[in-house]
């Protein structure tokens, strides 16, 4: 198996020999920490078949993913015979009976929550703290945010947005800035679409400073072919302080 950075890979195999007349069952465990091509499943004695019944590898590193190839060789010819890129936490699985198949530690879904306050006064956009997901090469994702946040003048709104791997095949998305004036009506809501990063307009005032009002991110999001990170991002209206409140929540789910 080839796994393409220095990060903790475990991989357990487990495995069946048939020799002509007994069968044994076998298993192998197997700590990888660097990049390199290493043998999960050794080749089995003389005169001995051996069917592989299971392989289990799982990404243990919190923040980097890695790719992984599994491969065959009798001896001569090297086969590739599945590659996939494990984000952290990941489980790419084997199974004799149904194949090859890759487990996010979040049962498709990644739920990420604000911990803290975090205060913005620039009118370009910065990653929201604690709002980020890693995302594959190729996979189509659907989000959903919900934002709290307050201004501390009431004339300055605020801007959401996202940002993510070069070159992404799909960004659509739309956001909606909830218990905001417009000119003419109070408590209208800003609502935009988000067709590419950093796309995306601001808000124009609040009804009341230091109040908590919501906004949200929704649509859908599919990524080129670079992996990496997906990035909910905020700016304010003008250079004066904006907050996104601790409790703001976003869910990142694999489509496809």
């Known amino acids: 198996m080839v796994t ?13 020999d048939y020799n002509g007349s007994v069968v044994t069952p076998g298993r192998k465990s197997t700590a990888i920490t660097t990049a390199a091509t290493t043998d999960v499943v050794l080749a089995p004695a003389a005169s001995t078949y051996r069917n592989v019944k299971g392989l289990h590898v799982n990404n243990k590193h919190v923040s980097t993913p890695v790719d992984v190839t599994v491969q065959h060789t009798d001896g001569t010819t090297v086969i590739a015979l599945f ?7 990941d489980v790419m699985e084997y199974d004799d009976g149904q194949g090859f198949s890759v487990v996010s530690p979040y ?19 910065s990653d929201i703290t604690d709002l980020t997901f890693a995302v594959e090469a190729n996979a189509r994702y659907g989000l959903s945010a919900n934002f709290i946040w307050q201004s501390a003048t009431a004339t300055v ?11 992404p095949t799909a960004v659509a998305l739309i956001c909606e800035i909830i218990g905001v004036r417009t000119a003419a009506t109070a408590g209208a809501v800003t609502s935009y679409p988000i067709t590419a990063y950093a796309g995306g307009i601001t808000s124009i005032a609040v009804d009341a400073v230091n109040t908590d009002y ?6 859908i999001f599919e990524n080129g072919a670079t992996a990496g990170t997906l990035a909910l991002q905020v700016k304010a209206e003008t250079a004066t302080n904006v907050t996104v409140r601790a409790g703001s929540t976003a869910v990142l789910t694999r489509l496809s």
């Not at 049962?107 to 956009?125: E, F, N, P």
Request: charged share 15%; hydrophobic share 40%; proline share 4%.
């Open 83 to 89: 590659k996939t890129t494990l984000q952290p936490g």
């Open 157 to 167: 709104g605020i801007g959401f947005s996202v940002n993510g791997p070069a070159s």
């Open 4 to 16: 393409s950075a220095a990060v903790t890979v475990d991989a357990f195999a487990s495995y069946a």
């Open 214 to 219: 919501m906004a949200k991110i929704d649509g």
């Open 107 to 125: 049962g498709g879904s990644q739920v990420k929550r604000k911990t803290a306050d975090q205060v913005h006064a620039l009118t370009t956009l």
